[in-house]
């Protein structure tokens, strides 16, 4: 099958109105497609399922599924055309709009860090939705834009006609079980990428950062052992920098995803810390509905090659290879939904008490045009 016809099936299933996700991992080739053969709406209730999820910011709310055995699973190794880069039929401009925006989300900084000064929280990730016009919505044509041009996000296209169509190319792991070992990244902190990763971190990136490892290794103690936390690095997605650490571990037999996942999500890094409070401030304050944007996306319970150690040192070992199920899930950042001529875009950042409105403002803008450069 090649790479032409693997995306005309695509957009078959797309004008048929029928499910469908096409998604890439991070640092991999292959293109992997769920295409569901019905237009029905599936949740995922106890994360027992096997599929595809997309979940929304509010907890609250359901887990939509794309059931793996309603649909086609198909996969192709694909290394994208560099040409296909170059964004074109974007209609940007500068009005009173965005005027109106940058002095909303400055209020609102001020407004957030006033309430971290009278200790009702110590953190909160606000953010904001910004319409861009695009003369050509092609949502296939974008997402071959997000492959050759994110290589190490995960990216994705995903459609359902009962909620909408969304992509995306997110740097950020939720969480990732095979088996029973688990890891799960905490990523935090943004700068611009100059040419090198030896830069300077301030305090403010520095505190972000910790938050989100304390709140993951305080949180997740119950359900598992033998932690292993990383050193902080800094790491590049698209032309943002970021301070990520890993957290692995291995679950305990008692321990299940849903529980794991309730404790997870949010994380910090997308809604702030203490978690309810963050999130009430979020959800009484932001202006509009989040929906996915922060939420999470990725594969459940799928079949996986997992091998042991000496397997990967002799070839001839290979036989001790085992299939296991295997979930990797991905917060839903660097993500747009297409409305017709429209693509709405979502960005945000961390505020805490160190957070310059200015500053957190430009953040916001440096984060929106890393997705623009696929329109």
């Known amino acids: 099958m090649t790479l032409d016809f693997f995306l005309e099936r695509i957009e078959t299933q797309y004008h048929s109105k029928l499910p469908f996700v096409v998604y890439r991992k991070p640092n991999e080739h292959k293109v992997n497609t769920l295409l569901q053969q019905t237009d029905a709406l599936c949740f995922a209730h106890n994360f027992s399922e096997k599929g595809f999820v997309f979940s929304p910011f509010d907890d609250i709310e359901k887990t939509v599924l794309i059931p793996l055995e309603q649909s086609e699973h198909l996969n192709i ?96 792991t939720l969480i990732k079980i095979q088996g029973n070992r688990f890891s799960i990244m905490a990523l935090a902190g943004t700068q611009d990428y100059k040419g090198t990763l030896d830069v300077e971190w301030q305090n403010k990136e520095k505190e972000e950062q910790q938050f989100v490892t304390d709140f993951i290794v305080e949180n997740l103690k119950p359900l598992v052992e033998r932690f292993k936390i990383s050193d902080v690095e800094t790491v590049k997605a698209g032309n943002l920098l970021h301070l990520k650490t890993m957290i692995s571990a291995q679950l305990k037999s008692e321990s299940n995803l849903k529980n794991i996942i309730s404790v997870l999500h949010p994380t910090p890094a997308v809604c702030g810390m203490p978690k309810l409070e963050a999130k009430t401030f979020i959800l009484e304050n932001e202006s509009y509905n989040r929906a996915f944007y922060t939420g999470f996306l990725g594969e459940l319970n799928l079949e996986s090659r997992l091998e042991s150690r000496s397997a990967k040192r002799n070839i001839e070992n290979r036989a001790y290879t085992m299939n296991r199920n295997a979930t990797r899930l991905y917060v839903n950042l660097r993500c747009m939904q297409l409305e017709q001529d429209a693509a709405i875009i979502y960005v945000g950042g961390g505020i805490t008490k160190y957070s310059n409105p200015e500053k957190e403002w430009l953040e916001t803008v440096s984060k929106s045009l890393v997705i623009k450069t696929v329109l």
Request: aromatic share 8%.
């Open 77 to 172: 190794d694909a290394v994208i055309d560099e040409s296909l880069i170059g964004g074109k039929g974007v209609e940007d401009h500068h009005d009173i709009a965005d005027m109106n925006a940058r002095q909303s989300h400055i209020e609102l900084v001020k407004k957030c860090v006033e309430a971290i000064s009278k200790h009702r929280f110590k953190k909160v990730v606000l953010s904001r939705q910004e319409s861009v016009k695009v003369s050509e919505a092609n949502p296939i044509l974008i997402f071959k834009r997000l492959l050759s041009t994110y290589p190490s996000a995960f990216v994705y296209c995903w459609y359902h006609p009962k909620v909408g169509l969304w992509l995306g190319a997110t740097p950020e």
